[in-house]
């Protein structure tokens, strides 16, 4: 098979195509340049790019580079700041892998003739009943299923994930004993376009104005204090927001950006027994019923029911009804559902 591989310049990627070719598939490594900017992390440096390059030369495969810096600043650098704008807490590694790391990847492949695309994503994907799934890698520790949840059936059924049967110590085993480059690299754990010298207060300051925000109580609506950058405030943030030390703890359990007014309270303030999903996508069909629910990449999924507002609306939103009260999900953060068995990613949207 004619497989297009997603060469990032890491371990997992390298790996991935390691495994491609010893199964006898015919190889072709692409790296993707997104972000063109000032990058000290995650996976859009030119250093990443000369790995990349460096490890297919070592797998003996052909290797190219496409520039889609163009697509990443409109469909992922330029969302992320209209999101602060709008008061949300934005997931662009979503982003990315929605509209770039496989949509245009698909594209690509579709012209240059390829059966099948494959990336190094900790996940796997299986089919039940002739229908397709994302399904949770191996390594629980390192699953990313719900980084690629937005995958439909016919990308799902030409997406190969050649490491989500692996756990990473595995990974690292197999790049050390091929002898690649990438084999002791770190993983990429932050946004590439937000440097870790000026963080996203810097990358945001100089690209939108910031507003300031009083801090009220949530009781009594007494003035506590004030924050510079209200679009920096997100839901359920304790610390820094312009509040003094050793009273009891307090968190951001409302944002009034028309209003410009942060309201800060007890903990409990945050429980909520439902949250609203807009812009859902199912793997194969809406959903009803009981689920286990994830709301950030590396968190726990809980239990419970949906209900689905109008099921033959493509992008409905989606009532999660918890089993148990539930701390308020940060509008503009992904929610991902699976099956009941906790395995299997049934859809997923961006919470309220």
């Not at 600043?73 to 949300?88: C, F, M, W």
């Not at 000026?198 to 925000?213: D, H, K, M, N, V």
């Not at 726990?300 to 009532?319: F, I, K, Q």
Request: net charge negative; glycine share 10%; with cysteine.
């Amino acid at each position: 098979m004619k497989v297009l591989m997603a060469l990032s310049g890491g371990v997992d990627s390298s790996v991935a195509a390691a495994e491609l070719v010893r199964d006898g598939h015919e190889v072709v490594g692409i790296t993707m340049r997104l972000w063109g900017g000032e990058s000290d992390t995650g996976c859009c440096s030119v250093a990443d790019v000369d790995d990349a390059r460096r490890v297919a030369q070592q797998l003996d495969i052909d290797h190219l580079v496409f520039n889609f810096s163009d697509d990443f600043a409109n469909q992922v650098v330029e969302p992320y700041i209209q999101a602060h704008r709008d008061g949300l807490t934005p997931n662009p590694c979503i982003e990315c892998n929605r509209h770039l790391k496989f949509d245009r990847l698909s594209e690509r492949a579709d012209l240059l003739g390829f059966d099948a695309i494959a990336t190094g994503h900790h996940a796997r994907i299986v089919q039940r009943d002739g229908v397709w799934f994302v399904a949770r890698g191996h390594d629980s520790a390192k699953d990313q299923s719900y980084v690629v949840h937005m995958l439909p059936q016919r990308e799902l059924a030409r997406t190969l994930f050649p490491i989500g049967h692996l756990t990473k110590r595995e990974v690292r085993e197999r790049a050390m004993t091929l002898g690649l480059r990438t084999a002791a690299k770190p993983d990429s754990q932050d946004v590439c376009f937000i440097t870790d010298v000026g963080g996203r207060e810097t990358f945001l300051g100089s690209r939108i104005p910031f507003r300031r925000a009083e801090v009220v109580d949530a009781i009594d609506g007494k003035l506590l204090g004030d924050v510079d950058a209200l679009e920096l405030v997100t839901l359920g943030q304790r610390r820094g927001i312009g509040l003094p030390g050793g009273g009891p703890k307090r968190y951001v359990v409302d944002i009034d950006h028309h209003g410009a007014i942060v309201t800060v309270g007890d903990e409990s303030l945050l429980q909520t027994e439902t949250t609203l999903v807009r812009g859902v996508v199912w793997a194969h069909e809406p959903f009803v019923g009981r689920v286990s629910v994830q709301c950030s990449a590396h968190g726990v999924a809980d239990s419970a029911e949906l209900t689905c507002r109008d099921a033959n609306e493509v992008g409905a939103a989606v009532a999660v009804r918890w089993a148990e009260p539930k701390r308020r999900v940060a509008p503009g953060q992904s929610v991902v559902f699976y099956d009941d068995s906790n395995t299997y990613v049934l859809g997923g949207g961006i919470a309220c």
